[in-house]
């Protein structure tokens, strides 16, 4: 038995009653984290219970909805290390980023500098400024490996925003906050991280590293639901970010109608709106509260652990690993090639043999969490075998 394989067993008992929880485990080696998580069970029950709710008691039950809203918002905050008032509990990470895309006060000669491999929500909300003066800098990454230089090379005087994202959803590649809030604030810049491969699994604190925005959807790594994400912003720039979509939920007298009044709340649940996805965020709150049980900073160990050993079993079957896994810039997500062999090919023929994996960036990509073992790349490493 390997060293890394060992570690992953003699971890089994720690991480057993997560795996407990996941049913997926029960059909398939799910390996794809990094697309659309699987529900756990005690995410399942939530929303069963409150379409049960929904059903029977209709909008009587609205107030508890209410309430459990505002406990998303509570360890969402906890989960980045603030406070629930620089917290917007939005749909997706695309609205977070448009967000700061068109609420900033933008003026022609503006730049925004961003990578040219990011996903394309961190990307067109940029490029949809053309029309304000505005230019998005793309700077080219190699093989996936972001070039530190290029990004300060493309800083100048007139960058308003550098957007880029924490991990790399096409590499892996997981950068360095710290030093590029550095970056972005040197220049006078804010910091606008896409968060959604790592939030959860990844520790962060923001009182720390002083990121200015953070969007993620919480349906990758915090294994919720499609349709319910987070946003932050750090509290002194509420007023700075004009409000987009604003409706009857982003005014202090949310529920007097008849007020007819422009006074925004003091926080951010200003950016949200209307009607809010009660039954995905009371999903949301369960996933979170079933991470928060194993704690970021064990999370991340495990997750780098099962990489680890799938890296060292890949390549020993002749795979070669195009992500970073140096301790810096290693993630949940690893792509790789077989050579010679069609990566849709492979994919289509592990999913026929049980194991769900992506293809990314012409490779394939797995993105295990910390609920996945050592079986689970056993059958990865079988289903490449029968090709």
Avoid at 302 to 308: G, K, P
């Amino acid at each position: 038995m390997t060293e890394a394989k060992a570690s992953i067993e003699d971890h089994r008992a720690v991480w057993s009653e997560f795996r407990r929880q996941m049913p997926i485990v029960q059909r398939w080696a799910y390996l794809d984290h990094a697309a659309v998580s699987p529900l756990p069970e005690p995410t399942r029950a939530a929303l069963v219970n409150w379409a049960e709710d929904a059903t029977l008691q209709g909008d009587t039950s609205w107030p508890n909805w209410s309430r459990h809203i505002e406990e998303v918002r509570l360890l969402a905050a906890n989960l980045v290390g603030t406070l629930p008032a620089e917290i917007a509990l939005l749909h997706n990470t695309t609205e977070g980023i448009n967000l700061v895309a068109e609420g900033l006060p933008w003026r022609p000669g503006d730049n925004v500098v961003t990578l040219a491999d990011e996903f394309p929500s961190n990307q067109y909300p940029w490029m949809n400024l053309a029309s304000k003066g505005v230019e998005t800098r793309r700077v080219p990454t190699s093989g996936g490996t972001v070039s530190f230089d290029g990004l300060v090379q493309a800083c100048d005087r007139r960058t308003r925003v550098l957007a880029i994202s924490w991990v790399s959803y096409s590499s892996g590649w997981r950068n360095d906050l710290d030093r590029l809030a550095e970056l972005a604030h040197s220049r006078g810049a804010l910091l606008l991280v896409d968060a959604i491969q790592a939030l959860g699994v990844v520790p962060l604190d923001v009182r720390q590293t002083p990121v200015d925005f953070l969007a993620a959807d919480g349906h990758k790594w915090l294994l919720g639901p499609e349709g319910a994400g987070i946003f932050f912003l750090r509290g002194e720039l509420l007023d700075r970010l004009r409000p987009m979509g604003v409706g009857w939920h982003s005014v202090e007298h949310a529920h007097d109608y008849d007020r007819i009044e422009l006074v925004l709340k003091p926080s951010a649940a200003r950016y949200e709106g209307g009607s809010q996805n009660m039954a995905g965020f009371t999903a949301l709150g369960a996933s979170l509260r079933l991470l928060g049980r194993f704690g970021t900073a064990a999370i991340c160990r495990r997750i780098f652990e099962v990489t680890d050993l799938a890296c060292q079993r890949l390549a020993a079957i002749g795979a070669r690993i195009r992500s970073d896994r140096s301790p810096q810039h290693k993630s949940g997500i690893v792509v790789f090639d077989l050579p010679g062999r069609d990566p849709k090919v492979v994919r289509a023929k592990c999913l026929s043999q049980g194991v769900v994996l992506s293809c990314r960036a012409h490779g394939l990509r797995i993105s295990p969490h910390a609920y996945n073992d050592a079986s689970d790349v056993d059958r990865l490493i079988e289903a490449i075998g029968v090709l």
